[in-house]
């Protein structure tokens, strides 16, 4: 994800997912481990282990308005990421859903395990 990360513009898609990702899951978006995640991603961690990082809206503040899309992006895929857990498949979670649909659709191959976890339930035969 780090590398998908480098991007100068947010892929398709992705205006939607940070839209419905603050309107239905934005207590996903705000995990701290989420924020974490991001800092790390982005190389803006800045060795604290409490609080946001400051290092992140260190990058909003010097980015271009595209690249500040995908910083925007990457706190809502770091917050998914964060809340996906191993037992993420038992139940299909909507929020879980979106985040590997979407991850799917940049092109990301979708293990038969995450798949389960959006609800498919057959593996694909190709």
């Known amino acids: 994800m780090a590398t998908f990360l480098t991007r100068k513009t947010a892929p398709k898609g992705a205006a939607a997912l940070v839209g ?3 309107a239905l899951h934005a207590e996903t ?8 995640l991001a800092a790390d991603l982005l190389g803006a961690a800045e060795g604290t282990t409490y609080g946001r990082s400051g290092g992140i809206g260190a990058l909003i503040d010097q980015a271009s308005e595209a690249r500040a899309q995908v910083l925007g992006l990457a706190l809502v895929l ?4 964060d809340a996906t857990h191993i037992g993420s498949w038992r139940r ?7 985040y590997l649909t979407f991850l799917s659709a940049c092109g990301y191959t979708l293990s038969d395990v995450e798949r389960r976890a959006c609800g498919a339930t057959s593996t694909p035969t190709d």
């Not at 770091?78 to 990421?81: L, S």
């Open 20 to 22: 419905s990702a603050l």
């Open 29 to 36: 978006v705000a995990r701290l481990g989420a924020n974490h």
């Open 78 to 81: 770091a917050g998914y990421e």
């Open 92 to 98: 299909v979670d909507d929020g879980t859903r979106r």
